[in-house]
């Protein structure tokens, strides 16, 4: 099963720009989903961005025109471009991908987390 790791969290101001990076390893045979959701202390898990193995995207409403989401199939890795950020930006952000694995199960599996912190 496949372990993701993040990278590229931290702390910017307001208007500044951050890009988030995670990496699958394991035993994968094929990603079809990658994607980004975030969550704060005590609230639900919501969606950022995700991007199929084809490159079709989907955004939450709040990030659309200022966050992209891309990935490198041949690397398993994928990345989330953030710009213009706002503080209500500030969370937890969480990489997410489900695929097959070499031993023809499904896999469904989750980073640890990476804090992005916006200032005003």
């Known amino acids: 099963q496949a372990q993701l790791v993040e990278s590229g969290g931290g702390w910017t101001q307001g208007g500044g720009s951050l890009r988030l990076s995670c990496a699958a390893s394991?035993?994968?045979?094929?990603?079809?989903?990658m994607g980004w959701y975030r969550q704060a202390p005590g609230k639900q898990r919501d969606l950022v961005a995700t991007?199929?193995?084809?490159?079709?995207?989907n955004y939450a409403d709040s990030v659309k025109g200022r966050f992209t989401i891309s990935r490198d199939n041949a690397k398993n890795t994928v990345y989330l471009q953030m710009d213009s950020l706002k503080p209500e930006d500030t969370d937890v952000y969480y990489c997410?991908?489900?695929?097959?694995?070499?031993?023809?199960?499904?896999?469904?599996?989750w980073g640890p987390g990476t804090q992005v912190t916006v200032s005003s």
């Open positions: 997410h991908a489900e695929g097959t694995g070499w031993d023809f199960n499904g896999f469904d599996s």
């Open positions: 394991g035993s994968i045979f094929t990603i079809n989903t």
């Open positions: 991007i199929t193995s084809g490159g079709s995207t």
